[in-house]
């Protein structure tokens, strides 16, 4: 009847999930029998190889694996001699930078020797010009103490007065007249300063410019050697995958070969264990390929007539509990 019906839908539903589940582990066990039998095969091929098989069958792949192996071999040789380069282009470097260091150290010490000569001729001027400064005032100050005496001379009503404060003047010009000589050496010591103190100048511009072009040379040898290294990195890269894919094509093409040996086989020793590894491995890629079929064939199977009501069942079984609940719900 349809409880029966619902019985059948459910555990078909149960068992199809189990055979689902049991089909996906055998294909997981196929892949890595599939993986282990490209190994033995691979292991075959290149037993083959150290057994110099030879034949009409075997030529074309013994041919384009010795092709593959020579031209792996020059990628080789090809990534060590970059190798080389980048060795060579380091060592190289290493002397450039050390030459460029030696000469920005040259041009920092003369930058800094130039900046210390000048300071100290800066000092010299600032000290003369103190000095001068000074001096004048000194001699500013006894002029107008002169004038001062003189106009006070020129008001005083009693003769000794006027004499003492003449006197007094003439002592005050005197006083700044004998400053003279001082004030001159001053200023004649600074325009001897002044060709040492604007050659300085010159001398630490161009220090600095030379400093510049130091950083500026240093800079750029840096930059020509990262350069230069990107480029055989870039190289060395490109090497490495050829090898790769040489190294690729070689792989499998030792399995094509192990294949063509396996089915044309030869009878030698060395070849018994790698014949009887792949025997297992395909007697259980079949088994387990036949299997899946079988699980497959059980999962299909089912009828449809007895699935169809059972499917009815539970869904009319499911909407008559849920229109009971929400009828509860209403009473209640």
Known sequence: GLISAAKYSVRFWQAKIQRRGAIKTLGGDIKQDTEALDQVLGALGRAARGAKVDGRVFSAENHAISSAEERAFMLGQEHGDVDGRKAEENSKFLDVEKERNQKLDEAQRA??????????????????????????????????????????????????QRQDLRRSAEQFRKEAGLLDPERQDSDRKLGALERPFNEATARLDAAKAELDAAKRSLADAREGHNHRL???????????????????????????????????????????????????????????????????????????GTMVRGYATIGGAFVAFIALIVILRAIL
């Not at 930058?111 to 100290?120: F, M, N, P, S």
């Not at 264990?273 to 088994?287: K, W």
């Open 111 to 160: 930058v800094d020797e130039t900046q210390k000569e000048l300071a100290q001729l800066e000092g010299q001027r600032r000290m003369l010009r103190d000095k001068r400064k000074e001096l004048e005032r000194r001699q500013k100050a006894y002029l107008k103490g002169a004038e001062d005496a003189e106009r006070q001379a020129g008001n005083a009503q009693m003769g000794d």
């Open 230 to 304: 990107a480029e055989l990195d870039a190289e060395q890269k490109r090497k490495s995958r050829e090898i790769g894919l040489a190294e690729g094509e070689i792989a499998r093409r030792l399995v094509t070969l192990g294949t063509l040996v396996n089915l044309n086989r030869i009878e030698d020793p060395q070849f018994h264990e790698l014949y009887h590894r792949i025997d297992r491995l395909r007697g259980a890629i079949t088994a387990r390929t036949t299997e899946i079929e079988k699980l497959t064939a059980e999962r299909e199977a089912y009828d449809r």
